[in-house]
């Protein structure tokens, strides 16, 4: 370790699913390079003050954001080693801010498009005499403020649209609609999201989904698994995606592009492309400035042997990547679990014993199942809004628990076993759901 305990490295804002992320990259960063860490958060609460040796109460959404940062931060001014941005509300002030404090980090003009789906549809409109002869498709689009405006864009496409917040991760407010759906409820159900606009897609006419992740020059191909109908929800991520050559190549030229257009170069990436069976076209879903979600660096430390978060780490503390990744060894897959029938969860005596719980899942599991050589490893319990939960989940936040899995086999038929440890998660927590509220949860 070389000792500085005196510097810092700034990490600015996060998304509270991160929590473990960020201490992970602290605990590294002061093991490693001997710097403290200080964390820019909007309302810090007792958790960020355990896992940050500084934080300070800063709003990366707030207009004067950057102007209240460089105030903040003056006290720290030179004791600043480097600096990163964790979430999707800080992915341009957040740059802008590091800009202004001469810390490196990726355009902060470009990252507007990784963080307004709008301005990113746009972007592609304008270079699409380019990007088009490279194979990308490139969906029409529209900005909606009303019904009637909705009804006019489904009805020049209706083979179907996508209705979705311009600035929100995670699927949430994610709408498939056609001709026949209920375009009053649909807006209904986005009106939460209608400050931060709403924009509204040609539903990408290709199947297969993956995500093109990495940091810097290093990059890795992720193979979604999502659910059909009204609610696209992922349910689970398999690293690496099974590909042939085709494929591998257009979705890594398709996914270099998108970093283009929004400004990567050194930092995380997380670009979510759709192709067609012959791998022919691709569609950029979205692109993202960060870290991928569920866990898929996880997945990546196991089958690649390197730690994404502790890289982030030594670039932009001044440390080379390394040239390549290795070769990609097993196969890993991040598992959604959810319930078989809408209800109410007793999440007092869920809380009480989750890890308890999938271990009943895993004992029927392995009851069924030939037993194989795995590891099961990240299983997070997700906070739910309220109690209720459903059968069919509209965003990634009505799972009730994820968890990731290692197979060394490469060949493992992993689509049968996320379904199999599903199916065995959702018989063992059903005993914990009711049909009506549990007299617990209406005392409180």
Not at 33 to 45: D, E, F, H, I, S
Not at 54 to 65: G, Q, R, S
Not at 356 to 380: C, D, P, S, V
Request: glycine share 6%; proline share 6%.
């Amino acid at each position: 370790m070389t000792q500085n305990s005196n510097s810092f490295l700034l990490i600015i804002d996060y998304n509270l699913s991160r929590i473990e992320d960020v201490a992970s990259m602290r605990k590294y960063a002061y093991e490693r390079y001997g710097v403290k860490t200080l964390l820019l958060r909007a309302n810090p609460a007792p958790h960020d003050y355990r896992i940050a040796d500084v934080a300070l109460a800063l709003d990366p959404c707030k207009p004067d954001f950057v102007i209240a940062g460089l105030k903040a931060l003056a006290p720290f001014r030179q004791q600043l080693r480097g600096g990163l941005v964790f979430s999707d509300n800080a992915v341009q002030s957040g740059a802008q801010l590091l800009e202004q404090l001469n810390l490196p980090v990726d355009n902060a003009t470009l990252a507007a498009g990784a963080f307004s789906k709008i301005l990113y549809r746009q972007i592609e409109a304008e270079h699409r005499s380019i990007l088009e002869p490279q194979g990308m498709f490139i969906p029409a689009h529209t900005t909606i403020h009303n019904a009637d405006e909705l009804l006019d864009f489904v009805r020049r496409y209706p083979e179907g649209v996508v209705l979705k917040p311009a600035c929100e991760g995670n699927n949430r407010g994610v709408l498939f609609l056609n001709t026949n759906a209920d375009l009053q409820q649909a807006l209904q159900e986005v009106e939460p999201y209608f400050s931060g606009g709403i924009i509204c897609e040609q539903v990408i006419p290709l199947q297969q989904e993956y995500s093109f992740d990495g940091l810097g020059h290093l990059h890795f191909i992720t193979e979604k698994c999502s659910a059909s109908g009204r609610y696209p929800v992922e349910t689970g991520q398999i690293l690496p995606a099974r590909l042939n050559q085709t494929q591998e190549h257009l979705l890594t030229r398709v996914g270099k592009l998108a970093n283009v257009l929004v400004g990567q170069c050194n930092g995380p990436f997380h670009n979510e492309i759709k192709i067609d069976t012959d791998a022919t076209q691709a569609a950029v879903v979205e692109p993202n400035r960060r870290p991928a979600g569920m866990k898929i660096w996880s997945l990546a430390e196991r089958v690649y042997g390197l730690n994404f978060y502790h890289l982030w780490v030594d670039r932009v503390l001044g440390r080379p990547l390394p040239k390549q990744l290795p070769a990609p060894q097993g196969i890993a897959a991040t598992i959604m679990l959810g319930c078989a029938h809408d209800g109410y969860l007793d999440l007092t005596a869920v809380k009480d014993e989750p890890e308890r719980l999938f271990n009943r899942a895993l004992k029927l599991y392995n009851k069924a199942e030939i037993n194989q050589e795995l590891e099961w490893f990240g299983f997070t319990l997700l906070p739910i809004q309220g109690n209720r939960v459903r059968a069919i989940p509209k965003d990634n936040g009505d799972f009730i628990a994820m968890v990731c899995v290692y197979s060394p086999n490469a060949e493992l038929d992993i689509l049968k076993l996320k379904t199999a440890i599903s199916d065995c998660w959702q018989q063992i927590i059903a005993a914990y759901i009711y049909h009506t509220q549990p007299m617990m949860a209406l005392a409180s």
